[in-house]
């Protein structure tokens, strides 16, 4: 069986200091409003009134996600000039530059964001796991760029061996539509139980 990259996040070692953004934005020389990887805040709870005590019940952590390299990538089946594909040797989704149109039905379609719109070229992109790095044997801009370690990466049946299997976090699209290539250890209060 091929082996299947992916990432692992340890939720609650992030700080929300978007450095796996940045470093990604500057590796590939992204346009402004284009992101290959995202960070984003999650937070919410109530509060209870008990003798006059006010008791919070907050939460908030953060979210870092790029493309997760799906097991059941919606974006491959939905170019219709096949420029999206999964590499079999390692399960990492790129686009074909030369075949992509810019139709955008792949954008549309990730419920992670994943792609996205060069206006310069009128074509799509999307992170590409840093195969150039990789090729050189360095880790992703993301991974080594994270000052609080919380990004690594590695093959999806060890990661998941090593961390467990979970997937999906509170604010993020259900695992379920795609089967994300992903393995988070999440912060206390992101997980979802089911």
């Known amino acids: ?41 999650v937070s919410g709870g109530e509060y209870t009134v008990n003798k006059n005590v006010v008791v919070p019940k907050i939460y908030a952590f953060w979210i870092t996600i790029s493309c997760n390299h799906c097991i059941n990538p919606i974006c491959v089946n939905e170019c219709p000039t096949k420029a999206i594909k999964k590499r079999l040797e390692d399960g990492i989704v790129f686009i074909d530059q030369e075949k992509c149109i810019g139709c955008l039905r ?34 992703p801009a993301c991974v080594s760029a994270c000052p609080m370690r919380a990004l690594d990466y590695g093959t999806l049946d060890i990661l998941k061996r090593k961390y467990g299997s979970i997937n999906e976090v509170i604010g993020m699209p259900s695992a379920e539509i795609t089967t994300p290539a992903l393995v988070i250890t999440p912060h206390r209060d992101a997980i979802i139980s089911k």
Do not use: H
């Not at 379609?109 to 992170?127: D, F, M």
């Open 1 to 41: 069986m091929p082996k299947q990259l992916a990432f692992y996040f340890e939720q609650k070692y992030c700080v929300g200091c978007n450095t796996c953004m940045a470093a990604c934005k500057d590796k590939n020389n992204l346009n402004m409003g284009q992101r290959f990887r995202k960070v984003y805040e």
């Open 106 to 139: 792949c954008l549309k379609s990730c419920p992670y964001e994943a792609p996205q719109y060069n206006s310069a070229t009128k074509k799509v992109e999307k992170c590409d796991f840093c195969l150039d790095f990789l090729a050189q044997g360095k880790d």
